[in-house]
């Protein structure tokens, strides 16, 4: 079982920039595509973004033009650069496999608070 540690969130004001990583236990980690999800209050988990084991990316309308995700196979690390942050972007910012239904364990999570 892959353990994964998220950090890097924050208090930021609107149009501010946060970068997230998300550190993977496990040797086989390249092999896996990769994804951001988060959850605000009251709401239900939602994928954010997703990069696959070449390098390819996919994004929520929400964040795209916004939100650049990345990874480093060598640290075992997936990132999400986000830029022009709305109070929308509220929420706990997890990451885990690219699709929930091959999900890990989740890991706690890292807070990012937007404020206006």
């Known amino acids: 079982q892959v353990r994964l540690v998220e950090s890097g969130g924050d208090l930021v004001q609107a149009g501010g920039s946060l970068r997230l990583s998300c550190a993977a236990s496990?040797?086989?980690?390249?092999?896996?595509?990769m994804g951001w999800y988060r959850q605000a209050p009251g709401q239900q988990r939602e994928w954010v973004a997703d990069?696959?084991?070449?390098?390819?990316?996919n994004y929520a309308e929400s964040v795209k033009g916004r939100f650049t995700i990345s990874r480093d196979n060598a640290k075992r690390t997936v990132y999400l650069q986000m830029n022009n942050l709305k109070p929308e972007d509220t929420a706990v910012y997890y990451c885990n496999r690219y699709s929930p239904a091959l999900a890990w364990s989740w890991g706690q999570g890292t807070q990012v608070t937007v404020s206006s």
């Open positions: 496990g040797s086989t980690f390249s092999i896996y595509g």
């Open positions: 990069i696959s084991s070449g390098g390819s990316t």
